[in-house]
């Protein structure tokens, strides 16, 4: 079969002859035939967000004005044929040059890579019946389920529908859902009133539908609009932008400085252009430019380790803000439990009447009710021509299970699956809890015990008793579905009532071993987690209780009190709350920006299309990867497991990321006046200069670059200490006090120790050789201590770090060769170094790592 070459103007077509001029039918593609059409269209792939190209990030690190400095250094240098200076400048140039191209290159590919995690999946016919493949693999022709809580992957022609509306924003900037249907509309329609038409990458967020493809890839209505494909902008996290604005603070500053130098050189007599380039080079080594490639690296390498412990941070500020989290919401199915729903009772409407003593599994009598339930699920067989025993099914958790009952009681389930089933004629959401099919001339609901039952008529007392009995059986923590029928017409929610109940399904969601552990370590952190839940208040307790939590009365708030609370009110119970039970999407919306209005930093967990307004609103939305493609499309962190113990380790991985920007901060901020205070010192007491422009570049090209990248590979040495402390921010009091505390005490050290060279008597070239190792070597020794800004050293495991390790030994290495070979000790203007001075440099080197300690004793003792 050829495959059909344009499907213009496809909404104004009946979707019958718009079947036939796709060579298609209702029973979809052949296997083979959606082969060949792929080859012939190509993969169902449209352009992401405009990436950076490789050109694009290596002119980007030549327009950084450190890279300008050094330029123009080469430049001055060139200009006085001062060719070795020439060199070394320019080995600056490419080595920095280098560095943030390799590290940025890299974070600008991080989250592409993490992105494929999450594999958008579809539901399609195939070779006679549905099946759910890889999006990427759809075809024009192809037929495609529709439902509740999807994305549409493709530019899809609808045939038929129930209820469907779908959120178009992402295409026509409209906020509010569109209604869909199977007829056709003018061909002139444009896009936003092709209400016959489900477009690419919009969500389904009420009813479902069925469709069929007319068009793949780029040539869907946001295929050929790029920039509106893309979900996620390449956005400048919070500590990106303040530490670019505090570094151009510095750089200001820096600058009115070695303004300052150059002008006291030459007032002092020193010739002008060796104090033009001697000014460059302190201006160099002042300026911190290692910072912005470094947070770059933390942040990236932190987003990786997540996605090791299977959650997908969608962004760098993702991964950012996991580690000022004060505040977790979190549901309970899912990620507090299995997810595995277990039917372990049937109750009928006559065993409510005859009173129930026990637990009452799958009888035959049952099989009336366990049918009127499968016509309200939907579930996938993914292996429909093997053996009906080992069928393997899809879909929600209970109704999976509901499927799996009847298939082991020998009830014919294949005639209600999906491919199969009577269209609901009112799909399930979040809203009104529940849904209604047909059985033959019956109308079957389904859905939650309390909502069914007040849409029912019964006795007086037997309502009383089955109430008695729903309340009983949630705080044993059962998860329960009712079903009721009606032989009136139900074409709408206002249809279910009166109705006739015929019984409940109870469901048992066991709590995850590994959870219980996992919220001891998040509170010993300081995190307060509350449970909010859809569920019955007896069915969150129950779930509290197998965590170990205590509950009180008090701190247990149902949907219908809260609603019956002004904000300012619920405000005040807030903080003594642990669970919010029998509560709407809207409720946790509420809720989450009151407790953000306390001054918590709320992360949120969600999975239905309904939690996606509550996701983006948060801090950090959290979904499960078994969710909702809206919920998981709002969400900053994807659960691949949806395990709530990965909540946990993100975490503490986002606290890792902010202790190590802290550390990387604190070490290169405290050396950055070193050259400022030594060349300007001298200046002002009329000492030789201890350094040359050379020297200072070359010590800042080989020593703090490197350390300040390792600490990115760093472990979290200070977790004890903030346990019940939240971080929220990078510039803490402690932060201020050790970079200027330290900054200014080393540097005041540093040149002191000149003066005392010189007043040795030594000779001036021994002076500045000594000197020159003092300067070189420092900032790498007490890179150790730098580790923990809290702890005293050698009360973690000191060389534990290996990248800190090799970065240090290569620059020890480094200085070793400039010292020691003849031609590096001419090139840098260096006198040999007599090994009696080694003690001198060992014990400057001693004294800094005791300056550094110190001040962090006289803070914990301050503090």
């Given amino acids: 079969m050829q495959a059909p070459s344009t499907f213009e103007h496809s909404w104004s077509v009946d979707s019958t002859q718009l079947i036939e001029m796709l060579k298609t039918s209702h029973q979809g593609l052949s296997a083979q035939e959606a082969t060949e059409r792929l080859e012939t269209y190509g993969s169902n792939v449209f352009h992401k967000h405009e990436k950076k190209s490789a050109t694009s990030i290596f002119l980007q690190q030549l327009a950084s004005p450190l890279i300008f400095i050094l330029i123009g ?34 974070a600008e590919n991080t989250l592409e890579k ?75 329609a444009t896009v936003a009133e092709r209400t016959s038409l489900a477009h690419a990458g919009t969500l389904v967020v009420d009813g479902f539908a069925t469709a069929v493809v007319v068009a793949t890839g780029d040539h869907t209505e946001i295929g050929k609009i790029a920039s509106l494909v893309s979900g996620t902008h390449r956005a400048v996290t919070p500590i990106q932008k303040g530490l670019s604005r505090l570094a151009w603070i510095i750089f200001a500053i820096v600058i009115a400085i070695v303004v300052g130098i150059f002008l006291l050189g030459i007032w002092r007599g020193q010739p002008l252009l060796e104090m033009l380039i ?84 799958y009888e035959t009598t049952n099989k009336n009710m366990i049918e009127m339930a499968l016509t309200n699920v939907d579930v996938l067989i993914e292996n429909p021509d093997d053996d009906v025993s080992a069928w393997e099914f899809k879909g929600k958790p209970f109704e999976v299970n509901i499927a799996k009952t009847a298939r082991d009681n020998g009830i014919d389930v294949s005639q209600f699956n999906s491919g199969n089933a009577t269209p609901m004629l009112v799909p399930f959401n979040s809203t009104h809890k529940f849904s209604v099919s047909t059985l033959g001339e019956t109308y079957t609901v389904m859905g939650a015990p309390d909502i069914l039952l007040a ?66 370590k998040i509170e010993q952190l300081g995190i307060r987690i509350v449970m909010v839940t859809g569920d019955l208040k007896g069915t969150a307790i129950s779930v509290a209780e197998e965590l170990g939590w205590d509950i009180r009365p008090e701190q247990v708030l149902t949907g219908v009190e809260l609603r019956d609370m002004s904000d300012s009110k619920l405000s005040a ?81 986002g606290r890792r990321i902010l202790v190590n920007i802290r550390k990387t901060f604190v070490y290169l901020m405290s050396n950055s006046l070193d050259e400022v205070f030594v060349v300007g010192g001298s200046l002002l007491l009329g000492l030789a200069l201890p350094l040359t422009a050379l020297q200072i570049i070359w010590v800042n090209l080989f020593t703090g670059s490197l350390p300040s990248l390792a ?142 300690e110190g001040a962090k004793a006289l803070f914990r003792r301050m503090k």
């Fill in 73 to 106: 250094a080469a430049v001055i240098t060139f200009i006085l044929q001062e060719w070795v200076e020439v060199a070394v400048i320019m080995l600056a140039v490419v080595f920095n040059v280098s560095l943030g191209f390799y590290r940025e290159f890299h």
């Fill in 455 to 520: 849409r029912s008529e019964m006795d007086g007392a037997l309502r009383t008793a089955i109430e008695s009995w729903i309340a009983q059986a949630s705080f044993e923590g059962k998860r329960l579905i009712a079903v009721a029928t009606t032989k009136k017409h139900v074409a709408a929610v206002a249809g279910a009532k009166n109705l006739s109940f015929e019984g409940i399904l109870a469901f048992h969601d066991p709590v995850r071993v590994e959870v219980p552990a996992a919220i001891a």
């Fill in 711 to 852: 600490f990115a590979y760093d472990e979290d040495f200070d977790h004890d200490y903030s346990k019940h402390h939240t971080l929220k921010s990078i510039f803490t009091r402690e932060v201020n006090y050790l970079t200027f505390g330290i900054g200014v005490l080393s540097s005041l050290l540093l040149f002191f120790t000149y003066c005392f060279l010189i007043y040795l008597g030594l000779d001036i070239e021994l002076a500045r050789s000594i000197f020159f190792v003092c300067f070189a070597s420092y900032i790498l020794a007490i890179s150790f201590s730098f580790r923990s800004l809290k702890k005293p050293l050698f009360s973690y495991p000191v060389f534990s770090n290996k990248k800190l390790n090799q970065s240090i030994i290569i620059a020890v290495i480094v200085l070793i060769a400039t010292m020691t070979i003849p031609a590096l000790r001419t090139l840098f203007g260096i006198a040999p170094l007599p090994t009696v001075w080694l003690w001198f440099v060992g014990a400057w080197l001693v004294l800094n790592v005791l300056l550094v």
């Fill in 573 to 653: 119970r807030l903080p003594f709350i642990k669970i919010f039970a029998r509560v709407t999407p809207e409720d946790k919306l509420r809720i989450g920006l009151l407790y953000r209005k306390l001054g918590e930093v709320v992360a949120m967990t969600g999975d239905g299309v309904n939690d996606a307004p509550s996701l983006k609103a948060m801090d950090i939305g959290v979904a499960l990867g078994s969710g909702s493609d809206v919920a998981k499309s709002a969400a900053d962190l994807v659960l691949l497991d949806d395990n709530f113990q990965t909540i946990s380790m993100a975490i503490q991985e």
């Fill in 114 to 188: 993490l992105s494929t995690f999450i594999k958008d999946r579809s539901r399609v016919m195939r070779d006679g019946y549905e099946q759910e493949v890889d999006s990427q693999t759809l075809v024009p022709g192809d037929i495609i389920k529709l439902t509740y809580g999807s994305r549409v992957p493709a530019d899809a022609r609808i045939i038929s529908s129930t209820t469907i509306r779908i959120d178009e924003a992402v295409l026509t900037g409209e906020a509010v859902a569109v209604e869909k249907s199977h007829q056709p509309v003018p061909e002139d």
């Fill in 278 to 361: 001697l000014a460059v080079a302190v201006s160099v080594g002042a300026v911190p430019e290692s910072l912005p490639i470094a947070l770059t690296v933390i942040l990236s390498i932190g987003a990786e380790r997540i996605a090791q412990k299977r959650g997908i941070a969608r962004t760098l500020m993702a991964a950012e803000t996991l580690g000022s989290t004060s505040l977790i919401m979190t549901d309970k199915t899912g990620t507090l439990t299995e997810a595995n729903m277990k039917l372990v009772g049937i109750y009928t409407e006559q065993d409510f009447f005859n009173g129930i003593s026990a637990v009452k599994p």
